[in-house]
């Protein structure tokens, strides 16, 4: 079974529209508020893309422009925490208060990706987008930043999305901590990030026993099995739901969860890489060629959550990032492949 039965009253009332306990974001009280500022975000950047594309050329200008979400002044007297989040193609930054509200928030693109950029050009692009969101260093308590790739300490010990060339250990926080005032940075995992935010104010919270994945330009995931802190290491987005003879993932396995659902396999499986994920998410309703691949990732997708759910009785599997920002036409597939797959012979089964 899928099973929410390990929440509480509340958050059963709170999570009456999900379905297989597979919990979309969007539904959380306080991640609405987080996500509605994304959009708004992507609107002022002018980007529809979900890998954040923006024109070159304009990389400094980009942060500048799109501080939202109200005032980070009016903030002065309570204090905020930073969090900066490393992707494949952008760096974006949140200022939050005590309770997870956003205060601000900034997005910058890293042009040709993260890969291609040096150690200490990232690092200039997570302190100006931090200078975006930060108008009183004063009332910042502490800088948090989530970057892909195994971590350790305060340095990136090897990634494959970044720093291509670069000699890993990368002592990013160090690098981001030289341009910011000497702040202290605490560097954690980008999925863990996730899945530690999720928990606070999003939509794991008060579950035990969580799974969040995060679907971008790749899969990440963050697991929580009790205690305030998510297991170290935990790969989910490679587990391997295709099986041996599934497709290629970037990591050199075959029949990864990140060959079926993450975006650029999305936009590979619709057969045209001049549209985006959103894009073919979009079109899923219309093209029959697009539905099909929407549809492979999200059945893909859906075995991937079974798994977390049976293996490891999880109660909620959170679905974030990009991908799962498409909204319905990808998020109800996802819960429909589930339900086709649930128990049918033992009792106890989810029917939600
Ligand atoms: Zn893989």
């Known amino acids: 079974k899928l099973g ?70 009016s903030a002065a007297e309570e204090m905020s925490y930073l969090g900066l989040d490393l992707g494949a193609t952008n760096v974006k930054g949140a200022l939050v208060d005590d309770e997870g509200r956003v205060l601000a928030h900034a997005l910058e693109p890293l042009g040709d990706g993260a890969a291609t950029l040096a150690p200490a050009a990232v690092a200039e692009v997570l302190a100006r987008v931090a200078q975006s969101c930060v108008r009183d260093w004063a009332a910042v308590r502490a800088v948090g930043v989530g970057a892909p790739g195994a971590i ?14 670069a000699r890993f250990p990368v002592p990013l926080a160090a690098l981001v901590a030289a341009r910011l005032h000497g702040k202290r940075i605490v560097l954690v995992n980008d999925a863990d990030a996730a899945a530690l935010a999720e928990r606070w104010v999003g939509a794991a919270r008060g579950f035990e026993r969580a799974a969040v994945l995060t679907l971008g330009t790749g899969v990440g995931c963050g697991l929580f099995l009790g ?34 659902a993450a975006a650029p396999a999305i936009v590979r499986a619709y057969g045209d890489d001049s549209v985006t994920c959103r894009d073919v998410v979009a079109r899923a309703a219309s093209d029959d060629r697009a539905a099909r691949a929407v549809d492979g990732a999200a059945r893909y997708l859906a075995v991937g959550c079974l798994d977390l759910c049976r293996t490891l009785d999880v109660g909620a599997v959170v679905l974030t990032g990009g991908v799962a920002r498409a909204g319905p036409p990808f998020l109800d597939r996802v819960r429909r492949h589930a339900r086709e797959m649930d128990w049918t012979c033992l009792p106890g089964r989810a029917d939600r």
């Open 4 to 73: 929410l039965d390990r929440c509480g009253a509340t958050q059963l009332r709170r999570d009456g529209q999900r379905t297989a306990g597979l919990v979309n974001d969007s539904h959380a009280h306080r991640c609405r508020g987080i996500r509605s500022s994304r959009a708004a975000s992507r609107r002022a950047s002018g980007s529809t893309s979900c890998r954040g594309a923006r024109p070159r050329g304009s990389r400094r200008r980009a942060a500048e422009e799109i501080i939202l979400g109200g005032s980070a002044g």
């Open 227 to 260: 205690g305030d802190a998510p297991l170290r290491d935990v790969e989910a987005g490679h587990a391997s739901v295709g099986g041996p003879d599934g497709r290629p993932c970037p990591c050199g396995a075959r029949g990864c969860l990140e060959a079926y």
């Open 152 to 165: 350790e300490g305060d340095a990136i010990t090897g990634c494959a999305n970044l720093f291509r060339g």
